[in-house]
């Protein structure tokens, strides 16, 4: 079961901006740790995207972002491309359950 | 360049054991937390276990508490993860992942493996 709460789906068309929320609680996110963020496409090795909140790999494009404010958490891509098509996913830590959570996933699909 | 490349998986019956593997390259192994997260068909993913950098520190999750243990070979480069009284729920793929930080607590996956594919059934 996950602690972090994500939309099942977002979509856009080429070029558009679209954001993915994760939504924690007072013992992952609000508690101050950080969140992550990776790209997952099935049958493959998931990718980090984001580290820290807001912070890109390198080799990451620059639209890719991600912030952080209280219990949430979100990543917006901008100028959507069709390879970003892909499953979503945040991550962070969890106080209560001493491990680490991931968000419920996000489909995105380019239109 | 980092590469993890997980084995081991396969078709066993409920209650059975396996062991998984993930041999590690390119990286210091030896000066990193690994984990094994997992992912059932369907759904999305789930952190299973942390090792921290010396194997003094083992964390689980409580979907398998008592039932997989995680260990490391540092003369090896190489994680494992044994499973016992394995359950239907249990099928999914198995990725290990790096650390960034030596004990493996509130950290994040900087590289993953491919996965390999436990199916627990009889």
């Known amino acids: 079961q996950s602690v972090l709460t994500q939309p099942p789906s977002v979509s856009g068309a080429p070029g558009q901006r679209v954001t993915i929320s994760c939504t924690g609680s007072r013992s992952n996110i609000g508690a101050g740790y950080d969140v992550h963020w990776y790209q997952h496409l099935p049958g493959t090795a998931p990718k980090l995207l984001i580290y820290?909140?807001?912070n890109r790999p390198s080799g990451v494009p620059d639209r890719f972002s991600g912030s952080k404010s209280g219990t949430s958490a979100s990543l917006a891509i901008t100028g959507l491309q069709a390879e970003d098509e892909a499953d979503y996913y945040c991550q962070s830590y969890d106080s209560s359950l001493s491990g680490e959570v991931f968000g419920t996933g996000t489909k995105v699909t380019v239109l | 360049q980092v590469q993890l490349m997980e084995s081991g998986g396969g078709v066993v019956q409920p209650g059975r054991s396996l062991r998984l593997s993930c041999a590690a390259s390119g990286f210091t192994f030896s000066r990193n937390g690994m984990h094994w997260v997992r992912q059932a068909p369907g759904k999305g993913l789930e952190w299973v276990a942390v090792i921290s950098f010396d194997g003094n520190n083992k964390y689980y999750a409580d979907s398998v508490k008592g039932r997989f243990t995680i260990s490391r070979d540092n003369s090896k480069n190489t994680l494992y993860l044994q499973m016992n009284s394995l359950r239907a729920e249990d099928t999914a793929v198995y990725y290990c992942?790096?650390?960034?930080?030596?004990?493996?607590?509130?950290?994040?996956?900087?590289?993953w493996g491919q996965g390999t594919l436990v199916t627990v059934s009889s």
């Open positions: 992942a790096k650390d960034t930080t030596i004990f493996g607590v509130a950290a994040y996956f900087d590289y």
């Open positions: 820290g909140n807001s």
